[in-house]
């Protein structure tokens, strides 16, 4: 079982949430390399590609943007289940629904006092996921099998 942890480089509880994954599945492969380069990651490349000349546009068609875009589409691809771990942004909801459309089981976590709501995570019940108020929430429902069998 793969499972890609969606979040943001600026969610210090992606290590959290991923390593509390590994402990209660070891069988799994949780993958959240992603989150290595750290939470600047995205202002200084940003950064660099405006310091070049770029508009944001010809930055996406950079030789960076789109090896980690490749990178990160590999592991996507190669999961069985994905989990949005919030807050996250623009680039997580992409990677979420990409997901959803391949009609992977894909889990929603809230973040705590969450006050604007949103009836599209609805999303999430299509292939077997779900939404969940908590981590420990997203932990007893894959310890029940709450998600179809590996695609």
Same mark, same amino acid.
């Given at each position: ?75 996507? @691809?190669?999961? +069985?289940?994905?989990?949005? =771990?919030?807050?996250?942004? #623009?680039? /997580? ?36 996921? @779900?939404?969940? +108020?908590?981590?420990?929430? =997203?932990?007893?429902?894959? #310890?029940? /099998? ?6």
């Amino acid at each position: 079982m793969k499972v890609y942890l969606i979040g943001s480089l600026r969610n210090p509880e992606v290590p959290t949430l991923a390593n509390k994954l590994r402990e209660v599945f070891p069988d799994w492969e949780i993958f959240d390399d992603w989150y290595a380069p750290g939470e600047d990651a995205d202002d200084y490349w940003r950064d660099y590609e405006k310091n070049k000349g770029h508009s944001y546009k010809e930055a996406l068609q950079g030789y960076a943007a789109q090896h980690i875009f490749e990178f990160d589409l590999h592991h996507i @691809d190669e999961a +069985d289940i994905g989990i949005l =771990l919030m807050p996250a942004g #623009k680039s /997580g909801h992409m990677e979420l629904g990409y997901m959803i459309g391949q009609g992977k089981p894909c889990f929603y976590v809230m973040e705590p006092g969450i006050e604007r709501w949103d009836v599209m995570l609805q999303f999430c019940y299509k292939n077997g996921g @779900d939404v969940c +108020d908590r981590q420990e929430e =997203l932990i007893e429902k894959l #310890k029940n /099998g709450y998600f179809p069998a590996p695609l």
